[in-house]
C-alpha cells in the first residue's frame, strides 16, 4: 500500500526554462523563486548564506517512472538504477538542488543553478550546510554554513 503524504507548496519558480532545456544549461540559469505571502516571513537572515538546498516538486511528472534506465536518457551511457540518477521521473516526484543565492528581493529570491522549470512549486528551503551537504565534521560551529563574504 502507497503511502499519501500531504506537502504545502511555499512558493514557485520563475524562469526561463521549458521542458526541452538541456540538463547542462541549467547550471547558470538564474531563477526567481516567489514565496508566497505568508511565508515571506520564514526569509529572514536567509540572505547570509551564500548557497541554499531548494526543494521542490516535479509537477509535470505523469507518474511513470523506471527503476533502471540510461541516465539522461543518453543510450551510449550504461544502465543504471532509478535513485543513481537525478531523473525527474521517480515514485516521488520530489527535487532537491544546491544553489547560489545571488539576491533576496523581499520575498522574492534570486538563485543561480535551479535545475526546475518554469512554474515549479517549491516545498522548502535550506540553507545549505557542510555538516549535513557534504558530510563533513567541523571544528567550529561558526564555519558550518556556506555564509557570504562580509
Known amino acids: ?15 526561463s526554462a521549458t521542458p526541452d532545456i538541456h540538463s547542462e544549461e ?3 540559469l ?4 516567489v514565496i508566497k505571502p505568508e511565508y515571506a516571513d ?7 548564506n551564500e548557497f541554499l538546498t531548494i ?15 540510461h541516465p539522461r ?11 543513481n540518477t537525478r531523473s525527474q521521473f521517480r515514485p516521488s516526484p ?17 538563485v543561480e543553478g535551479l535545475d526546475a522549470l518554469d512554474g515549479t512549486p517549491v516545498l522548502d528551503i535550506k540553507p545549505h550546510v557542510l ?5 563533513k565534521e567541523i571544528d567550529d560551529p561558526g564555519k558550518n554554513r556556506v555564509r557570504k563574504p562580509r
Not at 520564514?42 to 547570509?48: S, Y
Open 1 to 15: 500500500m502507497m503511502e499519501q503524504l500531504a506537502v504545502t507548496a511555499i512558493g514557485y519558480v520563475h524562469n
Open 26 to 28: 541549467f547550471r547558470h
Open 30 to 33: 538564474v531563477s526567481d523563486i
Open 42 to 48: 520564514g526569509l529572514m537572515d536567509i540572505e547570509e
Open 55 to 69: 526543494v521542490f516538486y516535479f509537477n509535470r511528472n505523469d507518474g511513470e517512472y523506471r527503476l533502471r534506465l
Open 73 to 83: 536518457g543518453d543510450e551510449a551511457r550504461p544502465i543504471t538504477g532509478l535513485f
Open 94 to 110: 520530489i527535487g532537491v538542488t544546491v544553489v547560489k543565492l545571488m539576491a533576496r528581493k523581499g520575498n522574492t529570491l534570486v
Open 131 to 135: 555538516t549535513f551537504d557534504e558530510g
